[in-house]
């Protein structure tokens, strides 16, 4: 009986871009096609390619290479040429759950323009593996998984085959690829220079392997294809001869696998351990500026167009799928794990950056265009223009609103459309071009000029839906008083007082507990690269209360604001820090806390000038609570976390490639809490943090959000927290050191009892979900024609309470006239009975999987989830 039996499966691993360009990739995709595709087609033998699993590699192709496109059907058809799923080889621990699950939606449709996908959660070399990845999975009719990164025994298995489950009992086979993807590359055909490699390789394949089924992937990064092969496979039959060489598809493994699945270990969790391979958990703070772009273009596209798409489609108008799809693949060409962990070039930096920025412009468009043609679209009152407030939340909301009205007056009146006045408050005012406005007003001479007015309002708006104001000129509306200051800022929930340091000190109102110096900045060392903090071995740790500050508290209108300025003096590169030499590098932080009426967010702005290398800066929330775990949002769930790693007091002892450092993701929120209380940092696009003991203590009480982290070089050698070769490669990267302005939102939300009773998910998701706005009036810079003057001023869709499952997407249906809905249980625990309510009679109500396909069980009488179980995510297709 053979030893094991060696699979070799060419392929080639295709970063689009790293050190290098898309571009210069794309040439050698062109010449490498051109080779796969010819031995293919001449070689009956040579019978599998793996084009690695992304459609984006065909997108780049056929922009150049059109006419080749029945050529690779022909191949993908017979079997032979192996694409799919995913449309980029996606990262899962930075990018949100709907750009997983678009990145797969979109690829697997890309697949079947040409024939079948490959059935398998391909990721071969992303850093870490988010826990819900086996439920994602199952919603494309995937059980299959195979990877490289994150895993060590102390997930329960010391294998490389196991059951792989999320939180609701989604189960994939895993197979992990213990040495990585790229151990078949070149492989020599000479047996000395064979036995050099793989005498080393076959005992750690061969030992943690259930079934000796081992993969010998033959391929690399931008490798071309192996010409000599089988001849190097019929040397291994010679100098092996216990062992069995076959050329194999993937799925033949993995039907080896599943013989024996009752032999099989299962196992839960995130796959995020650098014990035998690099997982890089700091990559989240690397380039913030582009890290917080690209969260702001996912909230912009989930949370904001698709629902506002949606509303319009039920009113009539097209659901543009082709500028959205668009949107998306620009977004998701930068969600492989070098692009969003921005280990790149500056070069290519700048090019992610330009993707995302034509995505937020796309998106920022359409969303003003489908604004405009619903109330375009209701009718008009004469003398009035439109002040419409969309909500996109299922639940009807009222918060406080700032926005800005253009009208041809110097004051004006706000009153609803059953005529009652609506209160509002200017925050400033100016006057503006008419050209601004519409440049045919002063082609015909008409130079009188327009007033733009910041206001603010609180207005109820329904569930899923819109409510309209009128504004009329030169009338008085109802007007807040002026600004004033104050000594404290309070509403309802909380009284914050502003420390002269400029800390705050809030105390909850309802749980009467106090969060002392709050916002106390840290700024440290960075020694690490693109990839990876690492501080300094001198290390010099400073902190924002070391340093003047000035603060103002104002009462303005619906909300008041405490402004706080300082400059942290830093020493202005690492030599300096270790030296102690200098603090001649500087932070600059203009800080800005509003806290609004009727709401526990306590929303906090920190616009940050950065002149200084080599290091990191956090923001500070320590608490009153001292648990052993934290809990983060990830993708359609929670996860709980210890707030230590015992693995980093013996790490270097037992060889780790990188310390296990407790820093974690999360996607919009993290919170602390005891049986009584708890304090929510909810983000928007800050996604790195970690428990860290309080200034005077030594017990894990305070929350560190990573603000930003600088660094200048792309890969570097033998850190602190990473011992040995560099990652990547050595280059400078300048502008990774982050020098300049950036600007981070994130919010403070205290809590009585636990996350799930105060719906933490759900104001985490309302926290990305602003109430948005449209000021229609009679003029505008693009003519759209009108059609019939008939829609609600008022209008709602669908509503739910703000308790049980949480939404994560409303869209159109990709291929049918509905709406697809999906939902999810905030909770890592229980199981709960949820549903949802519409204004329009269903007529439809069906299970989907998250590739819109239908499951059999169906409900057409009522909106009902069934049991969601913990943090699952469930799918409907929805007709009126």
């Known amino acids: 009986m053979a030893t094991s039996r060696v699979h070799i499966t060419p392929h080639m691993h295709w970063d689009r871009e790293w050190y290098f360009t898309t571009e210069e990739s794309r040439i050698l995709l062109v010449n490498n096609m051109e080779e796969i595709l010819a031995r293919l087609e001449s070689d009956p033998d040579y019978k599998f390619y793996v084009l690695d699993g992304q459609t984006a590699v065909l997108e780049d192709y056929f922009a150049i290479k059109p006419e080749n496109t029945e050529r690779v059907r022909a191949q993908v058809q017979a079997g032979k040429l192996i694409i799919g799923p995913w449309y980029s080889q996606t990262d899962t621990m930075q990018v949100s759950g709907e750009s997983i699950v678009r990145n797969m939606l979109y690829g697997m449709r890309d697949c079947l323009n040409f024939g079948e996908p490959m059935k398998i959660g391909y990721l071969p070399d992303s850093f870490s593996m988010s826990s819900q990845l086996p439920m994602i999975y199952n919603g494309f009719g995937i059980d299959r998984a195979m990877f490289w990164r994150g895993c060590s025994e102390r997930h329960g298995t010391d294998k490389t085959e196991f059951i792989w489950q999320s939180n609701d009992g989604s189960e994939v086979i895993a197979q992990v690829l213990p040495l990585g993807y790229a151990i078949g590359k070149y492989l020599p055909e000479d047996e000395a220079g064979l036995r050099d490699r793989l005498d080393k390789y076959f005992p750690v394949l061969e030992k943690p392997s259930v079934t000796k089924d081992i993969l010998l992937p033959n391929g690399h990064d931008q490798m071309p294809i192996q010409n000599n092969i089988f001849e190097v496979m019929d040397t291994l039959r010679e100098i092996y001869p216990d062992r069995e060489f076959l050329m194999s598809r993937y799925e033949e493994v993995f039907e080896r696998i599943e013989a024996v699945r009752d032999q099989l270990d299962t196992v839960k969790g995130e796959f995020n351990d650098g014990k035998y391979m690099r997982v890089h958990r700091t990559i989240s703070s690397t380039r913030m ?143 503006i071009d008419p050209g601004k406005v519409d440049r045919q007003i002063v082609h015909y001479g008409n130079y009188d000029p327009f007033m733009e007015f910041d206001i603010q309002i609180k207005h109820p708006v ?151 290398d080599d290091h990191r800066l956090r923001v500070l929330i320590p608490t009153p609570f001292t648990p052993e775990t934290v809990v983060a949002d990830n993708q359609f769930g929670l996860i709980t976390r210890s707030v230590d790693d015992s693995e980093m007091t013996n790490w270097e002892a037992e060889g780790w490639k990188e310390a296990p450092v407790p820093v974690y993701q999360l996607m919009n929120f993290a919170a602390l809490e005891n049986s009584q209380a708890g304090m929510a940092i909810m983000s928007n696009g800050l996604r790195e943090f970690e428990v860290i003991a309080s200034q005077d203590g030594d017990k894990k009480d305070t929350l560190a959000l990573t603000l930003f982290r600088g660094i200048g070089v792309l890969g570097k050698e033998n ?36 996350h799930i009773d105060a719906n933490i998910m759900a104001e985490a998701r309302d926290n990305v979900t602003p109430i948005v706005c449209y000021n229609k009036i009679p003029y505008n810079a693009m003519k759209l024609n009108v059609g019939k003057q008939d829609l609600p001023l008022t209008y709602s869709l669908l509503n739910k309470d703000m308790t049980g499952a949480v939404l994560s997407v409303l869209k159109k249906a990709e291929d049918e006239n509905a709406l697809i809905l999906r939902v999810y249980n905030p909770s890592e625990t229980t199981t709960l009975t949820d549903g949802m309510a519409f204004s329009q009679p269903v007529t439809e109500w069906v299970e989907t999987r998250m590739d819109e396909v239908a499951l059999d069980e169906q409900n057409t009488t009522a909106c009902l989830f069934g049991e969601l179980r913990p943090c699952q995510a469930k799918t409907f297709r929805v007709r009126f």
């Open 289 to 431: 500026d582009i890290k917080l772009i690209h969260a702001e273009v996912e909230n912009k596209i989930v949370n904001i167009l698709e629902p506002l798409a949606a509303i319009a489609w039920t009113l009539g108008f097209e659901y543009h799928h082709g500028l959205i799809e668009k949107m998306w693949k620009e977004s998701m060409k930068n969600h492989a794990h070098d692009s969003i962990g921005c280990c790149c070039s500056d070069k290519v930096h700048a090019e992610i950056l330009s993707r995302y920025i034509l995505a937020d412009d796309m998106a920022t468009n359409l969303i003003n265009f489908y604004k405009r043609k619903i109330v375009d679209h209701m009718p008009a009152r004469e003398g009035c223009d439109k002040l419409a407030l969309f909500n996109l939340s299922p639940y009807a909301r009222e918060d406080v609103v700032n926005t800005t009205i253009t009208i041809r007056a110097q004051s004006f009146s706000l009153f609803d459309e059953h005529g009652n006045p609506v209160e509002y408050f200017i925050q400033d005012k100016r006057e």
């Open 462 to 612: 329904p569930a899923m839906g819109f409510t309209t104001l009128h504004i009329e000129g030169n009338r008085d509306g109802a007007v807040k008083a002026p600004a004033t200051t104050a000594e404290c800022m309070e509403n309802e929930y909380y009284r914050i007082t502003v420390n002269a340091n400029g800390t705050l000190s809030i105390f909850d109102k309802e749980t009467e507990q106090t969060f002392d110096q709050v916002l106390r900045l840290e700024d440290g060392s960075d020694d690490g690269d693109e990839y990876d903090y690492s501080p300094s071995r001198q290390e010099w740790l400073l902190y924002s209360d070391e340093f003047a500050a000035t603060t103002e508290i104002i009462e303005e209108g619906f909300q008041s604001v405490a402004n706080i300025a300082l400059r942290m003096a830093v020493p202005d590169n690492l030599a300096a820090r270790e030296t102690r030499s200098n603090q001649d590098g500087y932070v600059d932080v203009q800080c800005q806390v509003v806290l609004k009426a009727g709401t526990r967010r306590i929303e906090v702005r920190m616009e940050l000038d950065n002149q200084a």
């Open 719 to 754: 850190l602190l927290l990473r011992p040995g070769r560099p990652s990547g490669i050595k280059i400078p990267t300048p502008d990774s050191q982050v020098r300049g302005k950036l600007v981070c939102h994130f919010t403070l939300f205290g809590f009585a009892g636990n």
